[in-house]
């Protein structure tokens, strides 16, 4: 390691390196959470063609203008016309047509009445509804009597009122949530293009791991970090791919690596980054020129496949392939953005000045120069890291704006001063409540220590308290700048 680099220095070299991946299309529920890519045009009318609002009948209006309670308009049932009909009555002079909710408007009818508004052909006072057709067929026929009048066109929804055809119903750039995915399906369009979610493979690395539900040996801790990981993947729009834990072994590593490159549109591994004997990512990643994760193409085409065998696994010998977040899409993408200009592959370790989090690798490997982000073993020092460095990358392949999760200044509740390393942006986790009417800044209260293994206070924390690099200290009511976590 050389220079130490500051957090935003490190941020503003991972999002210089990852551009928006290339569209596809894709089907309208497998595209939630994507951005469109391009304008998306109405290709039929919504509504496509004038219907009731109401259940009711279908009128002129001249025959119900002087209806009134005591001197209903009496009018002759031509038929039913039921939502999805194809085949409508004419409603001549003196006619009416019992139409449904959203039925077309018969030719010839001008408005609706609402069924309360008549007899409802029964030949008593005010219907509150309709008899079911089932029940009795007749009710199609007859007379009804109408107790109040109707303007044009009251009660119906004009062919075209919602959207217009040939109008632009989603502007590219647009984020899909369910209801732009409802009107993509109700004007008629089946898949969209846009920037698609990337798949995310996540491996932890370190012998010592065991998966969670298996007894712990001496020394052995269960590997919580590429559950956390893949969970904060999928949390960012990722198709999150968990690669069970590796050993400590290097070659072993790198050929897991390897593997997954044909699935993965980013990689992140947890562990192994520091200066320890046994930091095997730094091991694996370094001097890559040659392999295919320094960029060399594969012999084949390589399947990758979705069980690398990267042997001697922490956990099982055999890293485990995980389902897909939305299980949609694991084809083979074509080059993103990130290909373009080919920069070489490469991992860089670095030093941040910043805790947790201080030992960080990245770069660009395997012929697609996809990101690798190596983060740091301990699992706050993972998380966070994740957060600040890897959540906004995959916002950024996505297309996604802000990439940075919401940021907002609290005041301090602490009972004693707490100490900050100097020169380091220490990033503690806390519990934010927001202002109060009348509070101009909500406030925060820490969580747990500093410890990068406190895994227990990161779970009932909700944000990261940003203290400064250069504060040493803080205490009670000082304002700082809060991440917030959801
Ligand atoms: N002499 C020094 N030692 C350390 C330094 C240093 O500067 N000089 N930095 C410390 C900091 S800060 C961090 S952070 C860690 C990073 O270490 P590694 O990335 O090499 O991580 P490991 O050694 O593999 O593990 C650290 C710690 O985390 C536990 N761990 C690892 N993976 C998982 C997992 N998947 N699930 C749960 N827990 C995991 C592991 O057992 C260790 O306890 O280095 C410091 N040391
Ligand atoms: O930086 Mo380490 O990430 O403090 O525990």
């Given at each position: 390691m050389s220079r130490t680099w500051s957090v935003d220095e490190h941020l503003a070299d991972v999002l210089r390196s990852v551009?928006?991946?290339?569209?596809?299309?894709?089907?309208?529920?497998?595209?939630?959470?994507?951005?469109?890519?391009?304008?998306?045009?109405?290709?039929?009318?919504?509504?496509?063609?004038?219907?009731?609002?109401?259940?009711?009948?279908?009128?002129?209006?001249?025959?119900?203008?002087?209806?009134?309670?005591?001197?209903?308009?009496?009018?002759?049932?031509?038929?039913?016309?039921?939502?999805?009909?194809?085949?409508?009555?004419?409603?001549?002079?003196?006619?009416?047509?019992?139409?449904?909710?959203?039925?077309?408007?018969?030719?010839?009818?001008?408005?609706?009445?609402?069924?309360?508004?008549?007899?409802?052909?029964?030949?008593?006072?005010?219907?509150?509804?309709?008899?079911?057709?089932s029940a009795d067929p007749s009710g199609a026929a007859g007379e009804v009597r109408v107790h109040r009048p109707v303007t044009a066109r009251q009660y119906v929804r004009g062919k075209g009122s919602d959207v217009r055809a040939g109008s632009v119903a989603l502007e590219a750039g647009t984020v899909l949530g369910p209801a732009q995915i409802g009107l993509l399906a109700a004007v008629g369009c089946g898949t969209v293009t846009v920037r698609p979610r990337p798949r995310v493979v996540v491996l932890s690395t370190g012998s010592e791991l065991v998966r969670p539900g298996a007894p712990l040996g001496p020394g052995q801790i269960h590997d919580s970090n590429s559950f956390a990981l893949t969970a904060a993947a999928r949390d960012a729009g990722a198709i999150a791919y968990r690669v069970g834990a590796v050993a400590d072994d290097a070659a072993a590593l790198r050929t897991v690596i390897e593997d997954q490159l044909a699935r993965a549109d980013a990689i992140v591994t947890s562990g192994g980054v520091s200066v320890g004997a046994y930091d095997v990512v730094k091991e694996a990643l370094t001097g890559l020129e040659?392999?295919?994760?320094?960029?060399?193409?594969?012999?084949?085409?390589?399947?990758?496949?979705?069980?690398?065998?990267?042997?001697?696994?922490?956990?099982?010998?055999?890293?485990?392939?995980?389902?897909?977040?939305?299980?949609?899409?694991?084809?083979?993408?074509?080059?993103?953005?990130?290909?373009?200009?080919?920069?070489?592959?490469?991992?860089?370790?670095?030093?941040?000045?910043?805790?947790?989090?201080?030992?960080?690798?990245?770069?660009?490997?395997?012929?697609?120069?996809?990101?690798?982000?190596?983060?740091?073993?301990?699992?706050?020092?993972?998380?966070?890291?994740?957060?600040?460095?890897?959540?906004?990358?995959?916002?950024?392949?996505?297309g996604l704006e802000p990439v940075t999760r919401r940021t907002v200044t609290a005041r301090l509740e602490c009972e004693e001063p707490i100490a900050s390393p100097e020169g380091k942006r220490q990033f503690l986790r806390g519990r934010y409540r927001p202002p109060a009417a009348g509070e101009e800044h909500g406030t925060v209260r820490p969580v747990g220590g500093p410890g990068s293994h406190l895994?227990?206070?990161?779970?009932?924390?909700?944000?990261?308290?940003?203290?400064?690099?250069?504060?040493?200290?803080?205490?009670?009511?000082?304002?700082?700048?809060?991440?917030?976590?959801?």
């Open positions: 551009g928006p991946l290339e569209p596809i299309e894709l089907h309208l529920l497998d595209a939630q959470g994507c951005v469109l890519t391009e304008d998306v045009l109405v290709p039929v009318s919504l509504p496509p063609f004038d219907n009731s609002s109401m259940d009711g009948y279908a009128v002129r209006v001249a025959d119900v203008e002087k209806a009134g309670e005591d001197a209903p308009a009496v009018l002759e049932v031509v038929g039913d016309v039921a939502a999805g009909a194809g085949r409508l009555p004419e409603v001549g002079p003196g006619q009416a047509a019992r139409v449904m909710t959203g039925a077309p408007l018969p030719p010839g009818a001008e408005a609706v009445v609402p069924v309360e508004w008549t007899d409802g052909g029964a030949g008593g006072g005010p219907a509150d509804a309709m008899a079911a057709h040659g392999t295919v994760l320094g960029g060399a193409e594969p012999p084949g085409d390589g399947d990758g496949g979705e069980d690398g065998d990267g042997g001697g696994a922490g956990e099982s010998g055999v890293p485990e392939a995980s389902e897909g977040a939305t299980g949609t899409d694991g084809a083979p993408r074509s080059p993103g953005a990130h290909r373009t200009g080919r920069p070489p592959a490469h991992v860089e370790f670095r030093r941040l000045a910043m805790q947790p989090g201080k030992p960080q690798g990245f770069g660009l490997v395997g012929p697609d120069r996809i990101p690798l982000f190596a983060l740091p073993g301990n699992p706050v020092s993972s998380y966070v890291s994740f957060e600040l460095f890897v959540r906004p990358a995959l916002r950024a392949l996505m895994l227990g206070s990161l779970a009932r924390a909700d944000a990261l308290v940003v203290v400064p690099e250069r504060t040493t200290e803080v205490a009670r009511g000082d304002e700082l700048e809060v991440v917030l976590l959801d």
